[in-house]
């Protein structure tokens, strides 16, 4: 049994439960990591942005190139490949976050296996994030094979493996990395969501940096985006009554797990 002891590099800082998060953390360092180019911009885009906007320092790290998300047959897997790798360096600009970091991997073809564990772990060990964002792999409502599978790789990644010196050891060994564990997971696209950040300050930047993926957003337009976001949280006050008990309207929502340090 591993224990969740804090990692000799991490100043330990209790996380009041009751606080929000995000303000207790930065401004500090986060990684979000996602399975297609698209994935950060739709789930986590208002949320990045924001957490630029505040100063902190975000990777993005994608682990396929989506090279099947074409109804194109004149297009081959490489040339989209490319293509989109292209349009997530553009979309991460956008949101004021660092290169993007691909790992390559087929569309549809992630495996949750060490080689994606470990590949994880290399990325939190090198740039030490103190927030990770992924989607909830532990659910089986997670619409997409790939989502799944990233969710549930970036969670064992994390839990225990990157902290822990005998996971991965060559990293440790050979690239003289250290261990690393983040304080807290949002998890995207849970079914139990208990946490929410308010993305209307930034909903204009999330929308740009979705239409940098121009190969899969049909035609859409900046008005058109935003519009139904502007309807969609028309519709949640509605549906509150004008109360401020279901959070606020424009959001993105997480489920939150928190480590003890
Ligand atoms: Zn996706």
Known sequence: MTSQRTSSQQVARPIDPDRDLIAQLGPSRAMVVMAHPDDCEFVVGGTVALLCSKGWEVDIVVATSGNKGTKDPAVT???????????QRRASEILGANAPVFFGFGDGELVDDDELRGLVVRQIRLRRPELVLTFDGLQPVTNHRDHRRIGISTYDAIYPASDDLLYEPDQIG????????????????????????????????????????TSQMGGRTEEGLLEMWRNRARQRREDSDGGDEAGPVFREDFRRQIFRR
């Open 77 to 87: 897997p490489q040339q989209l490949a490319g293509v989109r790798e292209e349009e």
């Open 174 to 213: 050979g690239e003289r990395l250290s261990p690393h564990r983040p304080a807290a997971i949002l998890f995207a696209g849970s079914a139990a969501p208990d946490y929410h950040v308010d993305i209307e300050s930034v909903l204009q930047t999330k929308v740009r940096g979705l239409l940098a993926h």
